[in-house]
């Protein structure tokens, strides 16, 4: 199929990986074999809803020059076959006060928290799939993330938010538009959600890579590491995962390391010390 596309349009390049090397490695590729000055990601399950998304774009484009656009979402459940509209807090937040572009710093600190607060956040900018990039921008954060990124981690899960938090560093402004663009698949049997003996094997192991190099990307960006205390809130499912799946012994010895590293880090407040203390106890003992 893909072949027969290529013969009726030249531009369509296709790249054959001999075997499956998650998606950071694909996008990498795609990355590096376009000419185009703006990215659009697309998941394989997914599509973009709207035809006038590009046209938008265009004419923002035009008139800002921006690094990033984000766009809302429309969801289809596979089980039901419904789609529904989920409201980006987000975008409700600055076009009802008016403020539709935003510059650093503030733009690397709405990683962190929501608009105006200190409340963390869960739904902004962990996402590639609904936003376009400009292409020099994603080339910096990849060179920023490095070799031995690409050449020996297998990451399914989180991979979009170790990108995006470099990307939102590292760009000078970024805006939302109120319009749906992309049209999300949730399936059962997705990455994310599945619960395939297997697949949940491979994402213990997976869980703790990413928190492993999450912490090593985000010093130079996080300097209280307060991303760094909201993600590893999670990080009790990734033991849960070792505990059931893998040689609990070994990656325990691995995240003990980490977190006493953590504790010792001068920079992060005593508050996230004392969380991680807390909470990974029976780890440090």
């Known amino acids: 199929m893909l072949k027969k596309l290529q013969k009726e349009d030249p531009r369509i390049k296709i790249i054959n990986h001999s075997k499956n090397l998650g998606p950071y490695h694909s996008r990498v590729e795609g990355v590096l074999n376009s000419k185009s000055k703006y990215i659009v990601f697309l998941d394989p399950d997914d599509m973009i809803f709207n035809p006038f998304l590009f046209e ?51 733009l690397s600190n709405i990683i962190y928290y929501r608009p105006n607060t200190k409340i963390y956040s869960s739904m902004t900018c962990r996402v590639l799939w609904n936003k376009i990039y400009k292409r020099n921008l994603l080339l910096k954060s990849i060179k920023y993330i490095g070799n031995s990124y ?11 938010t170790l990108l995006n938090v470099v990307i939102f560093n590292f760009a000078n402004n970024y805006t939302n538009i109120k319009i749906p663009g992309y049209l999300y698949n949730i ?32 010093k130079e960006f ?33 995240t003990k390391i980490m977190i006493n590293d953590i504790i010792n880090d001068n920079k992060a407040t005593q508050k996230f010390k004392n969380y991680l203390k807390f909470f990974y106890k029976s780890i440090l003992k």
Do not use: A, C
């Open 150 to 160: 690409y050449n020996n981690y297998y990451i399914l899960v989180n991979e979009d």
């Open 187 to 218: 399936r059962k049997s997705s990455v994310t959600r599945s619960n395939n003996e297997d697949l949940l094997r491979k994402k213990s192991i997976s869980f703790f890579l990413y928190y492993q190099l999450f912490y090593r990307l985000i």
């Open 222 to 254: 996080d300097k209280d590491r307060n991303y760094l205390y909201y993600e590893l809130r999670g990080f009790g499912n990734y033991l849960l995962y070792l505990e059931k799946y893998n040689n609990t012994k070994y990656f325990l010895s691995k």
């Open 56 to 106: 938008i774009f265009y004419k923002l484009y035009l008139n800002y020059n921006l690094d990033i656009i984000e766009y809302t979402v429309f969801y289809l459940r596979e089980n039901i076959g419904k789609v529904y509209y989920s409201t980006n807090p987000m975008s409700s937040h600055y076009h009802k006060y008016s403020k539709k572009i935003i510059y650093q710093p503030e």
